[in-house]
């Protein structure tokens, strides 16, 4: 199975950009990658996907290393409501089933 | 649309004893499944359902029991409660996508405490 590294935390001022790094280095050829985030007290949400070009939606931007190895969820704007944690989550083929590490938990500062 | 609905929010049990973790979804998604989330850990697969009828094992399924009878429905069963089933549970729905790439939605957790 693919695994996932990411840094256990990140700071952020608010109304900076941040970048959340991933690496998967395992990861097969047709494996997407999946972001979801975690806020406080709540259960996860999805962010974005991706599986090899950049990908933008209204929430987040996903950058994908050329060779799939690493991947770069981006936060235009930080708000007060994007601290969470951020798991970077690369589903086994096939299967709807998540694997979850223990993500980056992101701090906003104001 | 209400998503994810899971009831009750809290629970205490005592070891021993007995429940079952209730999780709805009207979304008409095939795909059902069951986290659990320990302090400072990311979530664990229990069980999942690809639909009505079929359910397998995920990464931690010992102590716990499932079915699935309708599309909507996919409860959790605690027979016997040890103190090591407390965590924090949560329950998942998507469409099934043998690529992968669906999304899901997570319903907003049962926090169960065994004594």
């Known amino acids: 199975d693919a695994k996932t590294t990411q840094p256990n935390s990140m700071e952020s001022n608010e109304e900076e950009p941040v970048h959340l790094p991933c690496n998967h280095s395992?990861?097969?050829?047709?494996?997407?990658i999946h972001w979801y985030r975690q806020l406080p007290s709540q259960g996860p949400e999805y962010v974005i996907h991706g599986l090899t070009s950049n990908v933008n939606n209204r929430m987040a931007s996903l950058a994908i290393a050329e060779d799939r190895k690493s991947s770069t969820l981006i936060l235009h704007r930080a708000t007060l409501r994007d601290a969470a944690v951020y798991y970077c989550i690369p589903p086994k083929t096939g299967a709807n089933n998540l694997f979850f590490g223990t993500g980056t938990r992101l701090t906003v500062i104001p | 649309n209400a998503g994810v609905t899971q009831t009750p929010k809290f629970q205490v049990l005592k070891t021993g004893q007995s429940m079952t973790l209730q999780c709805a979804q009207d979304m008409n998604h095939e795909y059902m499944s069951w986290y659990r989330q320990d302090p400072g850990m990311g979530l664990r697969l229990i069980h999942y359902?690809?639909?009505?009828?079929?359910?397998d094992q995920g990464e931690v399924p010992n102590g716990y029991n499932v079915s699935r009878s309708t599309t909507e429905d996919f409860p959790l069963r605690l027979l016997s409660a040890a103190p090591s089933q407390t965590s924090v549970y949560f329950c998942?729905?998507?469409?099934?996508?043998?690529?992968?790439?669906?999304?899901?939605?997570f319903g907003q957790g049962t926090r169960l405490t065994v004594v």
């Open positions: 395992t990861i097969s050829g047709t494996d997407y």
């Open positions: 359902s690809v639909g009505a009828g079929i359910t």
């Open positions: 998942a729905s998507s469409f099934f996508d043998p690529g992968g790439v669906t999304e899901a939605f």
